[in-house]
Nanobody
Framework: QVQLVESGGGLVQPGGSLRLSCAAS????????MSWYRQAPGKERELVAD???????NYADSVKGRFTISRDNPKKTAYLQMNSLKPEDTAVYYC?????????WGQGTQVTVSS
């Protein structure tokens, strides 16, 4: 059974940090590219960051220099370290795994940045 389970979301003040985790099971994690997306209320889902199987990374301009995506293949987990958080980072964050035509999504974790 394929599963992606996100965790680590919550309420944080502006300027704070959070680390999101995405625990995978049921598929060969190491051959899948991993991505983090987010969706704010009333907005479309957008790509935040992705990491290839060779650990090449890509970031949305809005998070460059603040967020870091990483992966731990033995633990079958992807991470998103988020620093210097801003109110506009408030959204539900989703992880996605992809390999050729195969694509799996997690259920999402809420991140709220507010004072």
């Amino acid at each position: 059974q394929v599963q992606l389970v996100e965790s680590g979301g919550g309420l944080v003040q502006p300027g704070g940090s959070l680390r999101l985790s995405c625990a995978a099971s049921g598929f060969m994690f190491r051959i899948y590219a991993m991505s983090w997306y987010r969706q704010a209320p009333g907005k479309e889902r957008e790509l935040v960051a992705d990491i290839s199987i060779t650990e090449d990374t890509n970031y949305a301009d809005s998070v460059k220099g603040r967020f870091t995506i990483s992966r731990d293949n033995p633990k079958k987990t992807a991470y998103l370290q988020m620093n210097s958080l801003k109110p506009e980072d408030t959204a539900v964050y989703y992880c996605k795994s992809s390999y050729r035509a195969n694509e799996f999504w997690g259920q999402g974790t809420q991140v709220t940045v507010s004072s």
